[in-house]
C-alpha cells in the first residue's frame, strides 16, 4: 500500500495536533529505552549530535527521565515537527532538541541534538511556556514560507558579515542560548569582558562581536510556521580559533564548530525573537550527517 502522503488527508490543525503528538510518542518511546514504540518508515534516518548511529543507542540508554514542558515547532505543509525541551541523564539534566520529519504515519527522519552543560546552561528556561515565542500573528503581520526564510539567512549573513544592517531587527528583540540571554542582558548580571551581551542584536553584529565566527553552513530551514512567524533552522558554526571579538578576546584558542538549532519569531517582515539550542565544541569542519546537494 502506498503510503499516505503529508498534508493530503487532514485539514491544517488536525495535522498540527497530529505532528505534536509524534513527539508525545517519541518521548514516550526515549523514556521507556523503547524505540520499538515508534512506527518507523523503511528509509528511517537518525543521527545525535552529528553523528549518524542505530536507533535505540546514544541518549536512548543514558536518558533516565524527561522533564515536563518544552518547546513544540511544527510545519504543517512539509510534515516536520521539533522539540526542545530536558532531559535526565546518567550524569545530570541536559537540553534536548529533536527534528522529526513524519511521512504519511511513519517517522523517516529523526536529527537530535544534546546539550550537556557549558558556559550557556540553563535548561529550566527552555522548560518553560513562550507566550511570545509562540503567539499566533494577525493576518497582516504573517509573511510568505520564502519571505521568512531570507530573513533567517539575512540574520546569519549579518553575523558572517559583521554587519546588523542587512535585517530589520525589532528593538525589543532579544536573543536566548541555550536558557541564557545573550543580548539586552542585565549589564549587573555580566562579568567582566561579557559587555557585548548587553548589547542589541544590531549593535552585536555591527560591532564586531561575533567576528570570531568565520562561517555559518550547512544551512538548513526544515520546519517554517507561517501563521506564528516561526522559522526553525540547523546550522553549523566553524570557530577557527585565531579570531579575535570585537575586545580583542579571542574566544576558544583552537578551532571547532557547534551544531545549533535556532528558531527565530518573524513580525511583518522584522525579527523579533530569536531562541537557540546548541552543542558544546565538535571536531572543526564537521558535517551535520544531513547536508542536502
Known sequence: ????????????????????????????????????????????RFSENTQVLPLGTGLWRTVRGVHPGGQRFVDVER???????????????????????????????????????????????????ATRLHEVLDDHERGARGDLVSVAQAYFDSIEQS???????????????????????DPTSLEEGEGFRGLHIVEQMSGGHYAYIEGIR????????????L??????????????????????????????FEVFKVRGGVLSDVWAIGTNTLPYGISSGWARS
Open 1 to 44: 500500500m502506498t503510503a499516505e502522503k503529508v498534508g493530503t488527508t487532514r485539514e491544517p490543525e488536525e495535522q498540527r495536533e497530529f505532528l505534536s503528538g509524534f513527539v508525545d510518542r517519541y518521548l514516550d518511546a526515549l523514556g521507556a529505552h523503547d524505540p520499538a514504540r515508534l512506527p518507523i518508515a523503511p528509509n528511517f
Open 231 to 260: 522559522v526553525h533552522s540547523v546550522v553549523l558554526f566553524d570557530h577557527p580559533g585565531d579570531l579575535a571579538r570585537a575586545n580583542g578576546d579571542v574566544p576558544f584558542g583552537a578551532p571547532n564548530t557547534m551544531l545549533y
Open 218 to 229: 550547512e544551512r538548513r530551514f526544515p520546519l517554517v510556521d507561517p501563521e506564528r512567524g
Open 79 to 129: 510534515g516536520e515537527v521539533a522539540y526542545w525541551g530536558v532531559v535526565e541523564e546518567i550524569r545530570g539534566p541536559s537540553m534536548l532538541g529533536a527534528r522529526m520529519r513524519v511521512e504519511g504515519r511513519q517517522l523517516s527522519e529523526l536529527e537530535t541534538l544534546l546539550v550537556r552543560g557549558g558556559l550557556y546552561f540553563q535548561p529550566d528556561v527552555i522548560d518553560v511556556p
Open 163 to 185: 554587519n546588523g544592517s542587512l535585517l530589520a531587527v525589532a528593538p525589543d528583540c532579544r536573543r536566548i542560548v541555550n536558557g541564557v540571554s545573550d543580548s539586552d542582558a
